[in-house]
């Protein structure tokens, strides 16, 4: 029998081209590997990081309880404890271009800082206190973290089912029209905070399960329009 170098030379390249190609995916399956695992940390870890924030564990209080002390840092880095109310939570949340007197139920006898600042012959109307800016940032950090969250489920880094699955209380208290200690007045401002601001990732993620707080916020417009004439006191109401 004859040697062929041709066909020697053929199966040895044949051989050497599986044994690349072989090598090729067990390297491409062992990176796909450690990045699954990388990504499956990092979810963790924001998960993690999302339940343990100051901001959002303030934001939570504030949607769980109606009334009580909230401790906040001021811009001087000085912490504080100050009783805070429901209007209190209507006034932090409002529209930055909103008067405090312009905010729904408004009530001048109830607002401790136009209050306080009135008696000092300083102005109140368009100004946010110390503890409502805390609480907006709160909210800030408390919906930025959600848009995190739907970005990570966009990207199938963190599973949908296991996230509604922990987040489905506050998914309800905040999805739903309900007659909770969450009332529907408040839950109406956190949602037009949402809407105002272009929280967009929190409205798809609450999209997933169901809550669409979009046109929720469409239906509170409607109802603002309707009490649109209501006069604001005045702010000469407290003396």
């Known amino acids: 029998m004859m040697w062929d170098k041709a066909t020697d030379f053929s199966i040895v390249d044949l051989m050497t081209l599986v ?15 450690t990045n699954r695992q990388l990504a499956a940390r990092a979810a963790a870890d924001e998960i993690e990081k999302f339940g343990s924030d100051e901001h959002v564990k303030l934001a939570f209080w504030l949607i769980d309880w109606e009334i009580g002390n909230v401790s906040y840092v001021d811009e001087t880095g000085t912490r504080y404890k100050k009783y805070f109310t429901p209007l209190e939570f209507h006034i932090a ?5 909103l008067l405090r007197s312009q905010v729904r139920t408004y009530d001048a006898s109830k607002d401790p800082y136009r209050i306080a600042r009135q008696a000092e012959g300083k102005p109140f109307d368009d100004l946010f206190s110390p503890v409502e800016k805390y609480v907006r940032d709160a909210f800030d950090t408390f919906l930025g973290r959600l848009e995190r969250v739907e970005g990570l489920i966009e990207h199938g880094v963190v599973g949908e089912k296991s996230f509604g699955d922990y987040f489905s209380y506050w998914l309800e208290l905040i999805g739903d029209k309900t007659e909770s200690h969450f009332t529907n007045e408040k839950r109406a401002t956190l949602i037009e905070y949402i809407n105002d601001y272009q929280f ?11 809550k669409d707080i979009e046109t929720d916020r469409s239906s509170r417009r409607a109802e603002d329009k309707a009490v649109s004439d209501y006069p604001a006191q005045s702010v000469d109401a407290v003396s």
């Open 93 to 97: 949340l409002r529209h930055h271009s």
């Open 200 to 210: 967009r990732g929190v409205i798809r993620l609450f999209a997933r399960y169901g």
């Open 19 to 33: 044994l690349t190609v072989v090598g090729g995916a067990f390297a491409l399956w062992q990176y796909a590997r």
